[in-house]
DNA sequence: TCGCCGAGATGAACCGATTCAAACCAGAGG
DNA sequence: CCTCTGGTTTGAATCGGTTCATCTCGGCGA
């Protein structure tokens, strides 16, 4: 490793003053074009690399973000992370993206370090609802954007999904194709996405003027494949199955999707099944899933774009709280063919 | 926002000198107890955070180490990620996760990104084979590893899986079910995975005493679920359908295990299918894939143990390429009948 | 009583950049 | 010839830590 080559060595080459040098970097515009040159030239021949922690301490002002979600293994989150990446980097911003995975302990060490590493702005889905211990953040000037987070804090700005609404296309689609016996499979009571989910589900349930006892939860520990996978087989395990599972996010629902065609039950003649967030994977099961389709890259470059506006006029700023209108579509997991319509209808 | 509290607040607030709190914090026990408790008292009451960067200039020590990796939507890489994050949080360091997406002009603005943050080090799964312009890292003392690419280099440490050898496993199960039209569906040239399982495959061909024939090669442009349809798509439409097809990952295998299963081919009696990694969404697919399983977890841990190894002494390490053996797991999606063993075997 | 010792505390120098008031300089105008 | 002006360049101060040579001081042995 030769000694490291900082502004000094490229000041010293183009025979101008550290000063100059660092005016090339940053506001080349007042800097003589002769002069420009040979400080270009002498960074080039030396390799030199800016030492970003030294511009941010002396500045003040990072060129990262960081990004927290709760489950990388989600496809789901990882486009997100794409729009957060696309828009971040159109501003000249890094990201560090950390994942939580459902630990609330994890998220609290993941954001004490980008607190120690006074990151530009951090976007967080926490992994409970209620309020996050990120006083660390704002304490220090560090702005945060809530994404896909339910609770609307007048504080920050937020971007989530209307999940309550999401709910109810799920399940007035199910009723319209003739499904009465509607189970929907959750999450833990602290996952904030999925209780609205179900209660949008319970809306469509009564404006379809049909009586509650139709929609039937049922509770998965999490929200991946293998717990879908266990929510079929305890559908299965009964000896009368419902006519339509709608799961509270994709992966639940290819878990479920799996274990139920694998027993033989036929989708959708038997067992329509719905999903949630329209993840790659949902189009390519193999019953194609109906799901309730999240603008996922839209969702991280809105947030992005929030938090580089924030940080750019901190002092006037109006917090907003975007919220994205799902969209559902449908594939083949739910188009019941006619006799199974009337059979149960 | 209150202006920033600095170690020099501590200082005054626990009445000691800089000099102390900073000891406090990295070498707790050369400070008197009653001191450090005092000390400790302020840092809490001040809620004081370690300005990370700063620290960093002056101890010329990165605590985060950066990781680069071709497609964070592909599962495989998530799961490396996570062994990543365990083995590097364990040591005290925290990992910045970077995509480049298959992209080399994203890869090196990635590179370049961790140079000028001075990272500890850096993990990469290059996007293509051969030499990586690294240098930006290592002029800076800046130790890589490489993470599953294949031509060892001898300036750095490697962790890789054997991947001929997983071809050859796949294509050997194949041949002893009883398949005797074989395609292969691989990635573009660059892909150097891909090739090395290729090349596996023939081996199992020629080992078996199999005319070449026996193996087909069909090139996908991406190794990505829609790849794996379209892929798909181009076989139905043959006149002769193959009796097998090995992908070189899972999505590939996935997407043509859809495209197929949905036009009415049956897995495995009409057709086995193989696929490459055992993400988790093998084993849930429709059929259960048989996939060859690479320790994901492990490669992730084994790479950032190596890196944090080469940076606590650099002087007199070696240089190691630590090499997985891959391992069958088989599973419905090959698991043929008697009479299609009889039928063309 | 004196000197020495070592544990503990101190504070100034330093890391590599940015910033900004001041110096510089060439040419125009008086 | 001198002054003024505006575009360039300079160099020292600074950011918030870490490090280390130096200082302090109570105790102990001579």
Redesign the interface.
């Known amino acids: ?2 000694p ?1 080559i900082s502004i000094r060595d490229v000041a010293i080459l183009a025979e101008v003053s550290v000063g100059t040098v660092s005016n090339v970097l940053n506001r080349p515009d007042v800097v003589a074009a002769a002069t420009r040159e040979r400080v270009l030239a002498a960074i080039d021949e030396l ?1 030199y ?6 511009r ?2 002396r500045s003040g002002t ?1 060129r ?1 973000i960081g990004l927290v979600v709760p489950d ?2 989600n ?1 789901f989150f ?2 997100v ?2 729009g957060v ?1 696309a828009a971040a ?1 159109e501003a000249g911003h ?1 990201v ?4 939580s ?1 459902e630990s609330v302990e994890r998220e609290r ?1 993941h954001v ?2 980008l ?4 990151v530009h702005g951090v976007l967080i889905t926490p992994v409970q609802a209620g309020p996050v211990p990120l ?2 953040l ?4 560090i702005s945060v954007v809530l994404v896909d987070h339910p609770t609307a804090e007048e504080n920050r700005c937020s971007v989530a999904v209307d999940d309550r609404h999401g709910g109810e296309l799920a399940v007035t689609h199910l009723l319209a194709e003739g499904c009465s016996r509607i189970v929907m499979v959750t999450g833990p009571p602290g996952i904030h996405q999925a209780a609205e989910r179900h209660r949008g589900a319970r809306d469509a349930v009564r404006l379809a003027g049909r009586p509650p006892e139709v929609l039937e939860e049922l509770t998965a520990p999490a929200l991946n ?2 717990c ?2 266990r929510a079929g087989e305890q559908l299965l395990a009964r000896a009368v199955l419902p006519d339509a599972v709608f799961c509270a996010n994709d992966l639940l629902a ?2 479920l ?2 274990a139920t ?2 027993a033989g039950v036929r989708v959708p003649e038997d067992l329509a099944i719905v999903g949630y967030d329209d993840i ?2 949902a189009a ?5 899933l109906t799901s309730v389709r999240q603008p996922r890259h839209e969702i991280g470059r809105t947030a992005a774009a929030l938090l580089i506006a924030e940080s750019q006029s ?1 002092d006037e700023h109006v917090h907003r709280h975007v919220v994205f209108t799902p969209e559902l579509v449908v594939r083949e997991s739910s188009r019941r063919p006619r006799e199974a319509r009337k059979r149960s209808g």
């Open positions: 490793m030769k490291a390799g690399v800016r030492n970003e922690p030294a941010q301490l990072a990262t990388v293994g496809p990882t486009d992370a794409r990446e980097s890094a560090i993206l950390c994942n995975d060490g004490e370090l607190a120690s590493q006074r006083r660390q704002q304490d220090r000037g494949v293998a879908g996978l290819l878990g999707l799996q065609v694998r790659d994977f390519a099961a193999a019953v194609p901190p």
